[in-house]
């Protein structure tokens, strides 16, 4: 996985289930890769709880509650958890989204972290930069390269060989702090360092209070970052579909393009169907269940349309565009178009009916797929 895949990713990707496919299609509420077991190339994971413990060849994408890689992953790791723990080796960069996180094993390149709690324990070793976004902050393992976060409370009891640079509202140097580079700190209060720590290069500081004159730049910055998520967990949704579901997700899109303007129709027609539908039975006694359980079939459809959408744009790009009739989804065409249609979105008026035709296109090309499948099919 190349590190153009962006680092803070995101595996919020519930709700994939219940598509195209769900006919004993979706793994159990557990998913191990045991000791002995090796995965030869990239690996797609999404469920309850994820324990891998042999080796992957190749990137392993994972999101669910719970997710420990306690084996080798020979290249990247993708991680979205509410809790997330790495006491294993991960060759490449390691980009985790957590609630909590332990990392307590070795990161051959990159760590990059999007936490609301997070803690590299003594020991650990990170062979390339370490860059983080979130809450509190405990290091007391080894950075090879720079230290890059923005957080709360920050606590650094290890060596960084780079620059330190943080924007957090504390930070403490422990006594076996040994910075190479220069200590760069934004804050509050004045940073907290240990006589024993030791900083090799210079030390500044910079007061800033995070006042009131902050909170324009604290509500951009969080607007800023939900833009952000968006983007990347559209990309993650896209990507570990047509990871884990290939036959289907290729089938959908080859759908898409034999009637487009069918399936937009199609697509307008059964949102308001649904909508109509299951919110009234939703106020009746009886048909409550049902109702609700049409509008969370809606929620899903519609996180896989948007998914499906990117993915349709961008090979709709480079069929139409660039003139490769044959062109066929790839890993950099699921994220950059996924992106761009995102971007585009955010234009008012004209981006707001580009993002609406590839959404009720792909709406479409679903309620059809499921239509054919369980009642024509039926």
Known sequence: MKKHLLGLAIGIVIGVPMIVGARGMWSE????????EMRAGNMYSITEDILLAGTV???AVMGGKNVTITGVVENDALIGAANAQITGVVTGDARVAASELLVSGKIG??????????????????????LAAGGDMTIDGSVAGNVRISGGSIVINGPVTGTINI???????GEKAVVTGDLVFRGPQAPIISPSAIVQGKTQYTRDDFGSRDFGRFAGGVSFGAALMKLIVGAIVALIFFGVFKKQAHALLHASFISP?????????????????????????????????????????SILACALSGVVY???????????????PTISTIIWGTIVLRLIVTIPVFGWIIGALFFFMSFGVVVHELYQRFWVNR
């Open 109 to 130: 390149g990159d760590l990059v972290l999007l936490t609301g709690r997070s803690y590299v324990a003594e020991g650990t070793k990170i062979g390339g930069d370490l």
């Open 314 to 328: 961008g090979v709709w790009v480079m069929r139409v565009v660039f003139k490769k009739a044959d062109h066929q």
């Open 261 to 301: 303007w069918r399936n937009i129709c199609r697509g307008i027609v059964g949102l308001i169907l649904m909508v109509v539908i299951s919110g009234g039975l939703v106020v009746t006694v009886f048909g409550l269940p049902i109702g609700l359980f049409g509008l969370l079939l809606l929620g899903q459809l």
């Open 167 to 173: 924007d957090a509202a504390k930070l403490t140097l």
């Open 57 to 59: 060849k190749g990137d």
């Open 29 to 36: 509420s557990r998913f191990t890769l045991g000791q002995d």
